[in-house]
């Protein structure tokens, strides 16, 4: 059977996995993200059937429904259920549809049934009628606005399940089935007072307001989500908020009423990001996100948007009104400051913008700088105008008018925080650490400067600062530095500033003109996040970033008191405390521990742990709680003092993240779940101090557990989902605990700590889906969030089942579910209710049995995460839900549930209370008994001592518990093998030794005999392991080396094509033989065919231009034409003589190559397209030139090619000739080098490679075979006999050559061994001829080698010649390529002046079009700005009228009264004008004076205000006691009414007045900026005037190249003349004045080189008169020295010996003698003296050989000392035999009397020192 529902929607699902294309589901973040319903229908034509009515919302839903009808199937391919094969996804949906359409729409309380008993069950969502199809329509977080604990919400929804019966008005009663009791929370950001005793701020989706004195709470809930932007005015007393969904909404609500004002709908999408109330008056300011960036006034009490205006891309962080003037904003940016103006006239609402020009980051204020229009402009002649860089840039519009040059950007400080004063004026702080003054009347920023104190004050300031420090310092903290601070926060008051930083040091400034005086008020050492101050300005809060509120009354000037203390961190998880209906507990991710009264949510005390938190639980059979923490400990906490919780143990069970903590219900054991599979139990009592009891490990993840008690039995079930291994399925495993685990223990678990699989009887099912939450009820059936859609599945599990068929659970039910995002499920205590939460935030309840929605709320959002945790209060009355990442903890009360229900929640409460009792004193007794728990480590070390075999002692805290578990498994079996571990130790040591000998042996053998070192091995399995090992690493080295190599080859293949393949002519060079001197030739590419069709066409247009000139020539007039002809000719024969054409050509380019006469004439290029051909046809120049000098250098290439082949040859005959001569001497051998063959480059020789080659077993075999085949080749070779004869017989030659004269010998006779005595005759002759032979034969060798000689030197000569020829064409060709060079310089330059003309022109076209964009807009602006004044001037004149008509009212006022009163005595007419005329003060001005609010005194009031303060005024005044005496009581009262009626009229003149020059002044502003726009639209026709003279100027002024002769123009400066009034004359003139000049010249020449001679004749004759005067002195001189020479006793025995040399030899040799003689001595010296300095070390290092063994004896008998003081210590008695004494006297007289040896022998050894260093010097002078 199927029910379908009535209109309800919900959020759409993710997909199922596995889902086919075209039933994909859409994202769930909001439901206005849908396509519209056309385009939904065109992309998924599962929505073809639906109806065009439908909206998107139920679109979705019947497309999500289609989605997971086409992918919920079993494991194995089956469907879930069993009936008719299924359609595909679209007829499907067309099915359902019409099926449902088939049923009438019935009302709440009426069912629909299928048709078909067997169709498959699936949520269908139809559209509803009326108001509660509305409601569901919204979604979940449709809610009405209310206040938290009030009933909230409209019209209910009706909402059933898959198979179960409906239930009349189900919607409506979930919707007002629960109710929030309290929120608790805190948020360190957007803290406002609403009142002088309340302060608001944003948690999650609720405003809480907060009673600083009474510290209770309250809330009001954003029913759309999370709350965005925040805001209150405690004047008004309202609170304003966004919602952050799309297109959102900001909500004004009243204080203390907390009721929905109204609503303000803007533009914005996404959303706001920023809210500001003004001082006075019904205005808020409004800032949204991204993609608008809208600033937004509104009128909040009429609901009207007054203004807006747009800033694309600034992200705002702060925005506030001027107290003193609404219409002034400060709008503040990460990096900028702007001021924005509310101009009005009548109704109409302006924003101005005013940029405010920050400081740079060293404090600097810089002016600005107006790039698009620059203040002045330095134009050159040569380079043409100065324009903007914009234009330069090439921009035009708006970017033009914004651009800036990197080089000129500048950074500027980055704002914090921010303040208005009551002189309009702003304060802010900086990161920078600087404090500014920004005047918003001016728009000018100065840098406040901290005024120095006098002496004295700077010396206490000093002390102050350093005790300061050291205070923090030994807190802990960092030193702060108050001169430097940044401020966060400020607040500004009538005495002055007071700010705040990260420091945690609230500072006042006493601020005067530009400096300030700092004054230290509190110290929080917490970072401080903003300052506020009460309505009053009685109190200041202070609020911190770990979520700290401290109070501090300026006025007392005292400590800050602590207001609040909560924390910042997001809730992790909560619970309740023991009995579940007083206290609950909660814990952040922080690590701090909360309590909390359950009644109205009271913050009663906290406990910081100081480690990141993951899980907690409270215990039901105490008051304990668990913590668990990140690093793998558990916290057991006493709560059993709300007020003072305290931590009594911990548990560091392994190094895995403790995810969550689970207890039973009767409070005996503690389910541990940690990461990678791993549950462990603890006893959860007190008293046995939460032993660990054991632990298990599971195949997979876990991803939840739940834990089912059975009280009855006293038996305990776990149920945990694990991760299918299989996809698209999860497992669930079963394992029972008993109470026989805690008290035989041993039984159960093994050595390490793990249970027995057996004795826990653990279960496994599969199921088919995959879940991500999972529990357990008493009738095993087991509810599962699915993950892969929005459903909850029922499954019944029994023993039965788990071991037949099929292996794979189905669910017998599959509940719909209207959240998105993976689900928790969690059950309450007596098992009847269900809560279900999602990520959307919204908490469902279901019952049980009939799966019935019982209630649903919306307690978080979407975007904070949705919820983390669920739990139930043991009596069921409660449930406290706390969000992922919104900081706030939401408590739910039942506000109408069934009484039968609430009476099973009580009964079994109650009775799990009789139960409890039982234990839970006698555990809180024990809990309260055990002492709090630190983490001092000496503490903890005498706590629990665990003893090892060596007896060293280590702290167990230290320690996991498995750790320790394992430590002991080990030191057991340690002790148990100790004397087998000894056996097997001693025979590993006798096998080492036995392998070392046959290692050694193994070395001694011969190489064929030795064994390889692996073959030693005995664990022969380690040794493939580690071959293995080496192998994978080679391989790994291998293949990174190669896939490094193909990167080379890569990148060599880029470098390759791009210089050397894509060139036509590769670079190479050629050199000299015997001059350093290189030429190389250009490198080409070759030229495209875009680029040769380019050029075909400009020289086609150029032969058409030149004929064209041709044929207008000829149309001339003859007799002009033949003058012109003529004129031509002859200047064109001058230009022919004097070489002229190429000074006008402007280069050399026709000498080498290039062909000029196709260039335009330089004086005709004015057009751009006559630059751009120009520019291409000097470009082919240049390569002419190029191809012209490669063609030649290519020759020369092939000559030196030549050359060397010639010296190759010639070379061979020289090395003949030298062989023949036997002369070892090298011959130069001339070869190419690398630049001169650039290809070796690519080509990679083996002689290169430095590393040995890397050649594979199959490499090295084939060069094996190669070798010995080439060793036979060999052997062949030399085994012929014929050669063999030939070369022993006759030297392997036939005919004996003349080249062969040299091998040629005589041999000599047999006799010649014999003496020439027993010669012959005969013999005799013999040997004669003999002689002559070998005379004969030397004589024809020494002419044979003369000639080879002479060979040798022409071949050296011919060499040298010929290289030496060639080495001057090189130079020549040098010669050629440096000319070469120079033309192509030429040309290239005529290309750069081009292009310099082109890129002016283009820049001088790019300011003209943004000129003429900016004279666009300027113009449009202007329009706009006529059509202000315009409507400002209406509104002006509009109410000028009745401004006029008030002001001669109130004239008419004062002559009626002189009129009505004129009857009367003169002297009391008098006092009555003077009465009339007097005004009283008003009672108000003494109230100003009393309040400390700076921004009260001076802020305007309204007509009414003051109107009733005066009207109060004049009540006193109309008494009768101020009645003149003689007056009438008529006549008086006639007086007081005039008067009031005249003050009534003054009062509306005058307030009438205030808005008449409020739109005064803005039609001023208005004009002013007309005028100011005028002046920048004439100035912008000013310079477009002057670009277009610009641009004329650069047509005609043609910048030309000459080329001019060195020295023939010679300037004084690099400044070039100025030729503007130069004239143009004939060339005979010039050279026929220069003839004259010539001639003069050298008539002027010939005079001075006559006067010249004369003079020279002169000068030598006096020259010579002075040297002989000179000469005539110095003789004088040298006689005078011959007479009074004294003669020594060297130079009379230098007169006096005949032999003066030889006497001086002989003086010499003997003192050489003697001083060889001293040497010895003094060698025999040295040599003594380092005989005795080696004995003397040697004592010395015997010394301190003894010493160390001294000191190693001392260290040891320390040790003994120490070892016995402890065991003194330790034994505590004082019985020691007098023996010991005597010992160790003796001991300590020895090792006395041995100090005083060590100290002696040191003496002596500093003396022998002292001795050795005193012979140093002695050694080195004899020296």
């Given at each position: 059977?199927?029910?379908?529902?009535?209109?309800?929607?919900?959020?759409?699902?993710?997909?199922?996995?596995?889902?086919?294309?075209?039933?994909?589901?859409?994202?769930?973040?909001?439901?206005?993200?849908?396509?519209?319903?056309?385009?939904?229908?065109?992309?998924?034509?599962?929505?073809?059937?639906?109806?065009?009515?439908?909206?998107?919302?139920?679109?979705?839903?019947?497309?999500?429904?289609?989605?997971?009808?086409?992918?919920?199937?079993?494991?194995?391919?089956?469907?879930?259920?069993?009936?008719?094969?299924?359609?595909?996804?679209?007829?499907?949906?067309?099915?359902?549809?019409?099926?449902?359409?088939?049923?009438?729409?019935?009302?709440?309380?009426?069912?629909?049934?299928?048709?078909?008993?067997?169709?498959?069950?699936?949520?269908?969502?139809?559209?509803?009628?009326?108001?509660?199809?509305?409601?569901?329509?919204?979604?979940?977080?449709?809610?009405?606005?209310?206040?938290?604990?009030?009933?909230?919400?409209?019209?209910?929804?009706?909402?059933?399940?898959?198979?179960?019966?409906?239930?009349?008005?189900?919607?409506?009663?979930?919707?007002?089935?629960?109710?929030?009791?309290?929120?608790?929370?805190?948020?360190?950001?957007?803290?406002?007072?609403?009142?002088?005793?309340?302060?608001?701020?944003?948690?999650?989706?609720?405003?809480?307001?907060?009673?600083?004195?009474?510290?209770?709470?309250?809330?009001?809930?954003?029913?759309?989500?999370?709350?965005?932007?925040?805001?209150?005015?405690?004047?008004?007393?309202?609170v304003a908020f966004s919602d952050r969904k799309l297109n959102p909404l900001i909500h004004i609500y009243t204080f203390p009423e907390l009721s929905k004002l109204t609503e303000l709908k803007g533009d914005a999408q996404l959303d706001y990001t920023l809210l500001a109330f003004s001082f006075r008056g019904p205005y808020l300011a409004s800032y949204s996100s991204i993609p608008e960036f809208v600033l937004s006034v509104w009128n909040w009490q009429e609901n009207i948007l007054l203004c807006s205006e747009s800033q694309p891309g600034l992200t705002g962080t702060s925005l506030s009104f001027n107290p003193m003037n609404w219409q002034q904003l400060c709008f503040v940016a990460e990096s900028s400051v702007t001021i924005w103006r509310v101009e009005s006239s009548k109704d109409e609402h302006h924003l101005t913008r005013y940029p405010v020009e920050l400081p740079d980051h060293c404090g600097a204020v810089s002016p600005h700088e107006d790039l698009f229009f620059p203040p002045s402009r330095n134009d050159d002649p040569y380079y043409g105008p100065d324009l903007p860089v914009s234009a330069i840039a090439g921009l035009k519009g708006d970017e033009a008018e914004t651009f800036v040059p990197r080089n000129c950007i500048k950074t500027s400080v980055h704002p914090t925080a921010h303040c208005w004063t009551a002189t309009s004026e702003i304060y802010m702080g900086c990161k920078e650490g600087y404090v500014?003054?920004?005047?918003?009347?001016?728009?000018?920023?100065?840098?406040?400067?901290?005024?120095?104190?006098?002496?004295?004050?700077?010396?206490?300031?000093?002390?102050?600062?350093?005790?300061?420090?050291?205070?923090?310092?030994?807190?802990?903290?960092?030193?702060?530095?108050?001169?430097?601070?940044?401020?966060?926060?400020?607040?500004?008051?009538?005495?002055?500033?007071?700010?705040?930083?990260?420091?945690?040091?609230?500072?006042?400034?006493?601020?005067?003109?530009?400096?300030?005086?700092?004054?230290?008020?509190?110290?929080?050492?917490?970072?401080?996040?903003?300052?506020?101050?009460?309505?009053?300005?009685?109190?200041?809060?202070?609020?911190?970033?770990?979520?700290?509120?401290?109070?501090?009354?300026?006025?007392?000037?005292?400590?800050?008191?602590?207001?609040?203390?909560?924390?910042?961190?997001?809730?992790?998880?909560?619970?309740?405390?023991?009995?579940?209906?007083?206290?609950?507990?909660?814990?952040?991710?922080?690590?701090?521990?909360q309590v909390w009264s359950l009644e109205d949510g009271t913050f009663l005390s906290k406990l910081n742990l100081g480690i990141e938190a993951t899980s907690m639980a409270c215990c039901p059979s105490s008051n304990s709680v668990a913590v668990g923490t990140q690093v793998g400990q558990i916290c057991f906490l006493d709560v059993t003092k709300a007020e003072a919780p305290r931590v009594v143990h911990r548990t560091f069970l392994s190094k895995l993240p403790v995810l969550s903590l689970h207890y039973d219900q009767s409070g005996q054991f503690l389910i541990a779940r940690a990461t990678e599979g791993h549950i462990f139990i603890l006893d959860a009592r007190p008293s046995k101090l939460f032993q660990v009891l054991g632990y298990i490990v599971l195949a997979d993840e876990v991803l939840h557990l739940s834990v089912l008690s059975d009280l009855k039995n006293d038996l305990v079930e776990v149920m945990v989902l694990l991760n299918g291994a299989k996809v698209q399925q999860a497992r669930l495993e079963i394992f029972h605990l008993s109470s026989a685990i805690i008290t035989d223990n041993d039984k159960y678990v093994n050595e390490q700590g793990i249970f027995n699989a057996s004795d826990l009887k653990k279960e496994q099912y599969d199921l088919d889906y995959t879940l991500s939450s999972a529990v357990r009820l008493k009738d095993n059936t087991v509810y599962g969030y699915c993950t892969c859609a929005p459903f909850i599945c029922k499954y019944h599990i029994s023993e039965e089942s788990k071991f037949g068929y099929p292996s794979v659970f189905s669910p017998e039910e599959e509940i719909p579910s209207k959240q998105f995002g993976s689900g928790l499920l969690c059950l309450s205590p007596n098992g009847q209710w269900l809560a279900a939460a999602a990520k959307d935030g919204v908490l469902f309840i279901y019952n049980t049995s009939t799966l019935d929605i019982l209630a649903q709320k919306h307690c978080q959002s979407y975007q904070g995460g949705g919820i983390r945790s669920v739990v139930f209060s043991l009596d069921g009355n409660f449930i406290l839900v706390n969000g992922e990442n919104d900081c706030a903890l939401v408590c739910l009360k039942w506000k109408e549930i069934k009484e039968t229900e609430v009476e099973e929640a009580a009964l079994y409460w109650q009775s799990l209370l009789d139960i409890l009792n039982k234990s839970t004193s006698d555990e809180n007794s024990v809990l309260k008994s055990m002492a709090e728990w630190k983490s001092d480590p000496e503490s903890t070390s005498k706590s629990l001592p665990v003893t090892e075999e060596d007896g060293n002692v280590t702290n167990t805290d230290d320690m996991t518990w498995i750790g320790q578990k394992t430590q002991k498994v080990m030191r057991e079996e340690t002790q148990r093998f100790a004397s087998q571990k000894e056996e097997v130790q001693m025979g590993i040591e006798k096998l080492q030794e036995t392998i070392q000998k046959m290692m050694d042996e193994n070395e001694q053998v011969p190489d064929i005999e030795k064994l390889e070192h692996w073959e030693f091995s005995l664990d022969l399995e380690e040794l493939k392991q580690v071959q293995a090992e080496v192998e994978e690493d080679v391989a790994r080295v291998r293949k990174e080396i190669e896939?490094?190599?193909?990167?080379?080859?890569?990148?060599?293949?880029?470098?390759?094509?791009?210089?050397?393949?894509?060139?036509?002519?590769?670079?190479?060079?050629?050199?000299?033989?015997?001059?350093?001197?290189?030429?190389?030739?250009?490198?080409?590419?070759?030229?495209?065919?875009?680029?040769?069709?380019?050029?075909?066409?400009?020289?086609?247009?150029?032969?058409?231009?030149?004929?064209?000139?041709?044929?207008?020539?000829?149309?001339?007039?003859?007799?002009?034409?033949?003058?012109?002809?003529?004129?031509?000719?002859?200047?064109?024969?001058?230009?022919?003589?004097?070489?002229?054409?190429?000074?006008?050509?402007?280069?050399?380019?026709?000498?080498?190559?290039?062909?000029?006469?196709?260039?335009?004439?330089?004086?005709?290029?004015?057009?751009?397209?006559?630059?751009?051909?120009?520019?291409?046809?000097?470009?082919?120049?240049?390569?002419?030139?190029?191809?012209?000098?490669?063609?030649?250098?290519?020759?020369?290439?092939?000559?030196?090619?030549?050359?060397?082949?010639?010296?190759?040859?010639?070379?061979?005959?020289?090395?003949?000739?030298?062989?023949?001569?036997?002369?070892?001497?090298?011959?130069?051998?001339?070869?190419?080098?690398?630049?001169?063959?650039?290809?070796?480059?690519?080509?990679?020789?083996?002689?290169?490679?430095?590393?040995?080659?890397?050649?594979?077993?199959?490499?090295?075999?084939?060069?094996?075979?190669?070798?010995?085949?080439?060793?036979?080749?060999?052997?062949?070779?030399?085994?012929?006999?014929?050669?063999?004869?030939?070369?022993?017989?006759?030297?392997?030659?036939?005919?004996?050559?003349?080249?062969?004269?040299?091998?040629?010998?005589?041999?000599?006779?047999?006799?010649?061994?014999?003496?020439?005595?027993?010669?012959?005759?005969?013999?005799?002759?013999?040997?004669?001829?003999?002689?002559?032979?070998?005379?004969?034969?030397?004589?024809?060798?020494?002419?044979?080698?003369?000639?080879?000689?002479?060979?040798?030197?022409?071949?050296?000569?011919?060499?040298?010649?010929?290289?030496?020829?060639?080495?001057?064409?090189?130079?020549?060709?040098?010669?050629?390529?440096?000319?070469?060079?120079?033309?192509?310089?030429?040309?290239?330059?005529?290309?750069?002046?081009?292009?310099?003309?082109?890129?002016?022109?283009?820049?001088?076209?790019?300011?003209?079009?943004?000129?003429?964009?900016?004279?666009?807009?300027?113009?449009?602006?202007?329009?706009?700005?006529?059509?202000?004044?315009?409507?400002?001037?209406?509104?002006?004149?509009?109410?000028?009228?009745?401004?006029?008509?008030?002001?001669?009212?109130?004239?008419?006022?004062?002559?009626?009264?002189?009129?009505?009163?004129?009857?009367?005595?003169?002297?009391?007419?008098?006092?009555?004008?003077?009465?009339?005329?007097?005004?009283?003060?008003?009672?108000?001005?003494?109230?100003?004076?009393?309040?400390?609010?700076?921004?009260?005194?001076?802020?305007?009031?309204?007509?009414?205000?003051?109107?009733?303060?005066?009207?109060?005024?004049?009540?006193?005044?109309?008494?009768?006691?101020?009645?003149?005496?003689?007056?009438?009581?008529?006549?008086?009262?006639?007086?007081?009414?005039?008067?009031?009626?005249?003050?009534?009229?003054?009062?509306?003149?005058?307030?009438?007045?205030?808005?008449?020059?409020?739109?005064?002044?803005?039609?001023?502003?208005?004009?002013?900026?007309?005028?100011?726009?005028?002046?920048?639209?004439?100035?912008?026709?000013?310079e477009l005037t002057w670009l277009k003279e610009e641009k004329m100027k650069l047509q005609q002024n043609v910048t030309v190249q000459f080329l001019l002769k060195q020295g023939q123009v010679e300037l004084e400066s690099t400044q070039i003349p100025e030729y503007s009034d130069a004239v143009l004359i004939d060339r005979s003139v010039v050279e026929e004045l220069n003839c004259a000049l010539a001639a003069q010249g050298e008539k002027k020449i010939t005079a001075m080189v006559e006067f010249k001679d004369f003079s020279k004749g002169i000068i030598q004759l006096e020259w010579e008169h002075k040297k002989m005067k000179m000469q005539i002195q110095d003789l004088k001189e040298k006689a005078r020295d011959i007479v009074i020479l004294p003669i020594s006793k060297d130079c009379q025995l230098f007169l006096t010996v005949h032999n003066y040399d030889t006497h001086i030899t002989q003086h010499l040799a003997g003192m050489e003698q003697s001083l060889g003689v001293m040497d010895k001595l003094h060698k025999k010296n040295v040599k003594n003296r380092q005989k005795k300095v080696r004995e003397l070390k040697n004592c010395i290092r015997l010394k301190e050989e003894a010493n160390y063994k001294l000191s190693l004896q001392l260290k040891e008998m320390l040790v003994s000392v120490s070892e016995r003081m402890h065991i003194f210590k330790a034994a505590d008695t004082r019985d020691i035999s007098e023996k010991n004494t005597r010992q160790r006297y003796q001991e300590i007289v020895k090792q006395k009397y041995l100090r005083i040896l060590i100290r002696e022998q040191e003496k002596q050894r500093a003396i022998l020192q002292a001795e050795a260093e005193s012979w140093k010097p002695r050694t080195v002078h004899k020296i």
């Open positions: 059977m199927c029910d379908c529902p009535g209109p309800a929607t919900a959020p759409p699902a993710p997909p199922c996995p596995g889902a086919v294309p075209g039933s994909a589901s859409l994202p769930p973040t909001s439901l206005s993200l849908l396509p519209t319903r056309e385009p939904a229908r065109r992309s998924f034509p599962e929505l073809a059937a639906c109806p065009p009515s439908w909206d998107s919302v139920q679109l979705l839903s019947m497309l999500s429904l289609a989605a997971f009808t086409n992918n919920c199937t079993s494991s194995s391919g089956i469907p879930v259920e069993t009936g008719r094969p299924r359609p595909n996804s679209t007829s499907r949906a067309r099915w359902i549809y019409k099926q449902c359409l088939q049923q009438p729409l019935r009302g709440a309380g009426q069912s629909a049934a299928c048709s078909e008993p067997g169709q498959w069950r699936s949520p269908l969502l139809l559209p509803g009628r009326g108001a509660a199809a509305a409601a569901m329509a919204a979604g979940p977080g449709a809610e009405g606005a209310g206040t938290a604990g009030s009933r909230v919400g409209g019209p209910g929804t009706a909402g059933s399940r898959v198979g179960g019966p409906g239930t009349e008005g189900l919607a409506r009663a979930a919707e007002a089935a629960l109710e929030v009791s309290w929120v608790q929370g805190f948020s360190n950001k957007n803290l406002a007072f609403v009142d002088n005793q309340t302060v608001c701020y944003p948690c999650g989706n609720y405003i809480l307001f907060l009673d600083i004195k009474t510290k209770k709470t309250r809330a009001v809930q954003c029913q759309a989500g999370q709350v965005g932007a925040f805001a209150a005015n405690a004047n008004s007393q309202v500014l003054a920004i005047d918003a009347e001016q728009y000018s920023v100065s840098v406040l400067q901290e005024k120095a104190p006098p002496e004295f004050m700077q010396k206490v300031t000093d002390v102050v600062s350093y005790v300061r420090r050291e205070v923090q310092k030994k807190k802990g903290g960092k030193p702060s530095d108050l001169q430097n601070t940044v401020l966060l926060a400020m607040a500004f008051c009538n005495e002055g500033l007071y700010a705040a930083g990260r420091e945690g040091i609230l500072i006042f400034y006493h601020i005067k003109d530009l400096q300030y005086e700092i004054k230290i008020c509190a110290d929080i050492s917490q970072p401080i996040s903003s300052l506020i101050f009460s309505p009053d300005y009685t109190s200041l809060l202070l609020v911190t970033d770990q979520g700290a509120v401290y109070s501090y009354r300026p006025a007392h000037s005292g400590e800050a008191v602590k207001l609040l203390d909560t924390s910042s961190s997001c809730f992790l998880a909560a619970d309740f405390l023991t009995p579940g209906n007083n206290y609950c507990v909660s814990v952040t991710v922080s690590g701090e521990v896939l490094q190599t193909l990167s080379y080859c890569y990148l060599q293949d880029l470098i390759k094509y791009d210089y050397w393949d894509a060139l036509c002519v590769k670079e190479r060079a050629v050199k000299c033989f015997h001059i350093d001197c290189q030429v190389s030739n250009y490198p080409l590419k070759e030229r495209s065919k875009e680029e040769l069709e380019t050029l075909k066409k400009v020289l086609q247009l150029k032969k058409t231009e030149t004929a064209d000139l041709k044929a207008q020539k000829q149309n001339l007039e003859v007799d002009s034409e033949t003058a012109l002809s003529e004129e031509e000719g002859e200047s064109s024969a001058e230009v022919a003589d004097g070489g002229a054409s190429h000074c006008l050509n402007g280069s050399l380019s026709s000498q080498y190559g290039g062909d000029t006469s196709i260039l335009y004439h330089q004086c005709d290029l004015h057009t751009r397209e006559q630059k751009l051909n120009q520019t291409i046809l000097l470009k082919d120049i240049i390569y002419k030139v190029k191809t012209a000098f490669n063609e030649e250098f290519d020759i020369v290439v092939q000559q030196k090619e030549q050359e060397i082949a010639r010296v190759k040859e010639r070379n061979l005959k020289i090395q003949e000739i030298l062989e023949q001569l036997e002369l070892p001497l090298e011959v130069w051998e001339p070869v190419l080098t690398d630049d001169e063959m650039p290809e070796r480059a690519l080509t990679v020789q083996d002689s290169e490679i430095k590393a040995e080659k890397y050649m594979t077993r199959e490499e090295i075999e084939q060069a094996e075979m190669l070798a010995r085949l080439e060793m036979e080749r060999r052997l062949a070779a030399t085994d012929d006999e014929r050669p063999r004869a030939l070369d022993d017989m006759m030297g392997g030659v036939l005919e004996i050559r003349r080249e062969d004269i040299l091998k040629m010998d005589i041999p000599p006779p047999s006799f010649l061994s014999r003496s020439e005595d027993l010669w012959t005759e005969e013999e005799k002759k013999i040997f004669e001829e003999y002689e002559k032979k070998v005379k004969h034969l030397n004589e024809e060798k020494e002419e044979y080698r003369q000639f080879l000689r002479n060979e040798w030197k022409k071949l050296e000569a011919s060499i040298k010649e010929t290289t030496q020829n060639f080495d001057a064409i090189v130079c020549k060709l040098s010669e050629k390529k440096l000319k070469s060079e120079m033309a192509i310089y030429q040309e290239e330059l005529k290309i750069v002046n081009l292009i310099y003309t082109l890129l002016l022109d283009e820049e001088l076209d790019t300011r003209e079009a943004g000129l003429h964009k900016f004279l666009v807009k300027k113009k449009k602006d202007k329009v706009k700005g006529a059509r202000k004044i315009l409507t400002a001037k209406h509104g002006v004149e509009a109410y000028r009228g009745p401004y006029r008509d008030a002001l001669h009212e109130e004239k008419n006022l004062e002559h009626g009264f002189i009129k009505q009163f004129a009857h009367l005595p003169h002297g009391l007419f008098e006092e009555l004008l003077h009465l009339y005329r007097h005004r009283p003060e008003t009672p108000r001005t003494e109230t100003l004076l009393d309040t400390a609010n700076p921004y009260v005194k001076r802020s305007a009031e309204d007509y009414q205000d003051a109107l009733s303060h005066l009207m109060k005024a004049l009540d006193e005044l109309d008494s009768p006691e101020h009645m003149p005496s003689g007056l009438d009581q008529s006549v008086w009262e006639h007086f007081c009414l005039a008067r009031r009626n005249k003050m009534e009229s003054e009062e509306l003149v005058k307030w009438k007045a205030l808005p008449l020059a409020d739109m005064q002044a803005c039609l001023q502003r208005r004009m002013d900026e007309n005028d100011k726009m005028k002046s920048e639209l004439e100035n912008t026709f000013q």
